[in-house]
């Protein structure tokens, strides 16, 4: 699988957008975890579609753990 990076080709001259929730969903898989995305709409397909293909790599799974905060918001009990 390519990285952000690789997919991003700025190299080459040519960025393929990534989107934010791509990147989550990719963060999600670095996690070991099978995000469950919902798709409402042609859009919301497209988007999930893009996140084949390629991975985070370690590295920048590292930066978005950093920029979460360390302790769970506590939300009040739905009944």
Do not use: T
């Not at 370690?58 to 009990?77: G, H």
């Amino acid at each position: 699988e390519r990285s952000m990076a690789q997919r991003q080709n700025r190299d080459a001259g040519r960025v393929e957008k990534v989107l934010p929730v791509q990147v989550a969903l990719q963060w999600v898989r670095a996690k070991g975890a099978v995000p469950l995305p919902a798709v409402k709409n042609q859009a919301h397909a497209q988007a999930i579609i893009g996140c084949q293909g390629w991975a985070l790599e370690e590295n920048e799974v590292a930066v978005l753990d950093a920029a979460l905060p360390r302790s769970v918001p506590k939300f009040a009990r739905l009944r």
